[in-house]
């Protein structure tokens, strides 16, 4: 006896509708953020609040930066600078969504990352947030340091900071920085220049 074939609907997804989806992830992402360290800013109070923030950001990028380390060493690569985007699990996505859009400059010899329209900037600036919010952006240096703790992605501008868009540099990390990052409860946020 012969069954009847069934014919399965598929969905059209387009550009469009991928790049909502991404904005409204982001988003998310920007006020679960936001809502968490404001919530441990006004119950510990802020010193106590920013060491916890501190620690939850280096765990957080920590994670990213050691899956992406394994991931470009199984691909039979070296964990440095010019292969981190060879890493797949937690890669930024390529189209807008999550910004407007991104370029790289050479500026004296030296690769900057531009993104402008960061969503995740925009939601804190709704909500008049931007310090706060801009404590999320401390991962990127934290992933790059334990992708390889001899570098950093570090933020030379950001939107939450007030400028016009964000702007990314690799650095080589200096000896204190990198004791001051792998230390348990050192400020590492000045890493981030």
């Not at 964000?166 to 004791?179: A, G, H, M, Y």
Request: a neutral charge.
């Amino acid at each position: 006896m012969k069954k009847k074939s069934e014919k399965k609907e598929v969905d059209i997804v387009t550009i469009n509708d991928v790049e909502k989806a991404l904005q409204s992830t982001s988003r998310r992402i920007a006020l679960i953020h936001m809502a968490y360290a404001k919530v441990i800013i006004e119950e510990l109070g802020d010193e106590k609040g920013m060491r916890l923030i501190s620690k939850a950001i280096k765990n957080y990028g920590v994670r990213i930066g050691e899956k992406t380390k394994e991931e470009v060493i199984m691909k039979g690569l070296q964990a440095i600078p010019e292969n981190f985007s060879k890493g797949e699990s937690y890669a930024i996505p390529t189209m807008p969504g999550m910004y407007g859009r991104r370029e790289t400059v050479e500026e004296k010899g030296f690769k900057k990352n531009r993104t402008y329209g960061c969503v995740l900037a925009q939601v804190w600036k709704e909500y008049g947030e931007e310090k706060l919010g801009r404590l999320y952006c401390y991962m990127d240096v934290a992933k790059y340091i334990a992708y390889n703790p001899n570098y950093k992605y570090a933020h030379i501008k950001a939107i939450p900071d007030g400028d016009e868009y964000c702007e990314l540099e690799v650095k080589s990390t200096t000896e204190q920085e990198r004791e001051d990052f792998f230390a348990e409860d050192k400020d590492w946020f000045y890493i981030d220049k």
